[in-house]
């Protein structure tokens, strides 16, 4: 039966939509968890948690939209495989994504609001006032992590544990850390997602859980220093229901006025990624240089430029 193109496009934005709630539901969840029930759950039990729901997210979404999931990885396949996604849906793609964090942000405020407001109550915080970054910190990102500069350490030696000062992690420290982080994420999509890729061969569904295990992995390692977000619309969706629920300014523009961070920052490393994976690790697979060598050669070398066109498709 015929359909409208723009029925099927509308599917996969909603499919977006939905993929990036589940990641802010599972992951922002678990914060929440942590940090007002006072659950067991660690930085690798988090970190696990945000992985799962990565992976579910990419199981529930992949055939419908390609699971995409982040603004940065959908600037990234416009401007690196523009044969997969065309460069006209990235704005659709980037709102739907948005508005999943968003709505999941508000539903994990509405869920945990009681639990929250006594922990800002026993804390002696006050939302929307310095120091309030530390309950926001369960929807935002912020730098260095508030748990370890707002929370008393119960250890010996709490100075062995914390940040002792904001400027400890720099702006540029920041951005170079969530840049860095969705590099290392990019790689590995645009590797396990090849299509000329032998290691997973007939195993392909196991991606989506390869993917979460990076994330799992940039959690543990770089959480402490930016809570690692590598993904727009899993912060700053989450950051605008902070606003409204009465953060403000802490939740944005944020100290240091650096909600930017989360969203340059990704877009920098995702770009880079791809960059580093087409022109240096798989570029025999990719056939980076036979598309550089058709737009620089004359163009009298027509083999050269139809072995780039085959390429690209």
């Known amino acids: 039966k015929w359909e409208p193109w723009w029925v099927e496009f509308l599917g996969a934005c909603m499919a977006e939509l939905w993929g990036t709630a589940i990641i802010v539901f599972y992951g922002c969840g678990s914060v929440c968890s942590a940090l007002f029930a006072g659950t067991q759950a660690d930085i690798v039990g988090i970190a696990a948690t945000w992985g799962v729901g990565v992976a579910v997210a990419i199981y529930s979404t992949a055939s419908i939209s390609g699971a995409h999931l982040n603004p940065a990885v959908s600037l990234a396949f416009a401007l690196f495989r523009?044969?997969?996604?065309?460069?006209?849906?990235?704005?659709?793609y980037v709102a739907s994504?948005?508005?999943g964090g968003t709505l999941a942000g508000a539903l994990n405020y509405g869920i945990w609001r009681k639990a929250?407001?006594?922990?800002?109550?026993?804390?002696?915080?006050?939302?929307?006032?310095?120091?309030?970054?530390?309950?926001?910190s369960a929807f935002g990102e912020y730098f260095p992590n508030p748990a370890l500069m707002y929370i008393e350490a119960r250890d010996e030696d709490p100075r062995a544990t914390q940040f002792?000062?904001?400027?400890?992690?720099?702006?540029?420290?920041?951005?170079?850390?969530?840049?860095?982080?969705?590099?290392?994420?990019?790689?590995?999509?645009?590797?396990?997602?090849?299509e000329k890729c032998a290691v997973l061969r007939d195993t392909t569904g196991l991606v989506p859980f390869i993917i979460g295990g990076v994330i799992m992995c940039n959690l543990v390692c770089y959480a402490p220093i930016t809570q690692a977000g590598w993904n727009p619309a899993r912060d700053f969706g989450p950051r605008i229901a902070a606003y409204f629920a009465g953060w403000g300014s802490v939740a944005i523009p944020g100290p240091r006025n650096g909600f930017w961070i989360y969203i340059v920052g990704p877009c920098i490393g995702a770009c880079l990624g791809a960059v580093l994976y087409d022109f240096f690790l798989a570029?025999?697979?990719?056939?980076?240089?036979?598309?550089?060598?058709?737009?620089?050669?004359?163009?009298?070398?027509?083999?050269?430029?139809?072995?780039?066109?085959?390429?690209m498709r």
Request: contains cysteine; negative net charge; glycine residues 4%.
């Open 82 to 92: 523009p044969n997969l996604f065309e460069m006209w849906k990235l704005p659709f």
């Open 97 to 99: 994504q948005l508005a």
């Open 116 to 136: 929250i407001a006594r922990f800002e109550s026993l804390s002696g915080i006050v939302r929307g006032q310095p120091g309030s970054e530390l309950s926001a």
């Open 164 to 194: 002792l000062d904001v400027n400890e992690v720099t702006v540029v420290d920041a951005l170079c850390v969530e840049a860095w982080g969705t590099l290392l994420l990019m790689v590995t999509i645009l590797a396990v997602t090849d």
């Open 283 to 311: 570029f025999h697979l990719r056939k980076t240089y036979v598309r550089l060598a058709s737009m620089l050669l004359p163009h009298r070398h027509a083999p050269l430029r139809s072995l780039a066109s085959h390429e």
